[in-house]
């Protein structure tokens, strides 16, 4: 193992990492509809947990509403039922060919409270990068002390480690002020 297979591994971790707070950040409801509020909702479907997606066509017809059309009517009691016991809070209402989820409007409570949720999310993101990091670093300094890179190789992998890891968390920071703006518009 070499210096840039070591950076190459952080890097494709620190990645990764941002898509997971992006998904996580696309479950967050802003009241306004989207599919992706949809995205974590699995349905039992035969005895196997199923994502909505893969059961029904999801659709935002408007700016406060998802119509959820399963494509084996028999689902749609079973997809009902996995919405109302998620945590979106939104109750669904069908007409037995369609679920309809009408997005009530948020209260300025609930949005400072979603905006704290959405921070956390940010937070916890910041310390999966600065975990991978440390484990980047460690690596380094057991390649410097095995004698595979020299003391300056270390110095400067590790700077680049730093670099890596500070564009990540002001990436990370983008995404949480672009999620808050859009709980906080009305």
Request: hydrophobic share 35%.
């Amino acid at each position: 193992m070499d210096s840039q297979e070591v950076m190459n591994r952080a890097k494709a971790k620190m990645d990764k990492a941002i898509n997971v707070v992006t998904e996580e950040l696309k479950g967050v409801r802003t009241g306004r509809a989207s599919a992706g509020l949809l995205d974590r909702i699995n349905v039992d479907y035969y005895g196997t947990p199923t994502p909505v997606k893969q059961l029904a066509s999801i659709n935002v017809p408007e700016a406060q509403l998802i119509t959820i059309q399963p494509w084996d009517k028999s689902m749609i009691a079973a997809v009902e039922k996995a919405i109302l016991s998620s945590d979106i809070g939104i109750t669904p209402s069908n007409d037995g060919n369609i679920i309809r989820l009408s997005m009530p409007p948020l209260t300025e409570e609930r949005r400072r409270d979603l905006s704290k949720v959405v921070h956390n999310m940010g937070e916890e993101s910041k310390i999966a990068l600065r975990n991978v990091r440390r484990e980047a670093i460690e690596e380094l300094k057991h390649l410097q002390k095995d004698g595979k890179i020299s003391e300056d190789d270390y110095y400067r992998e590790h700077d680049h480690v730093q670099k890596i890891t500070d564009e990540h968390a002001q990436k990370v920071d983008e995404l949480v002020k672009a999620k808050e703006n859009e709980l906080m518009t009305v």
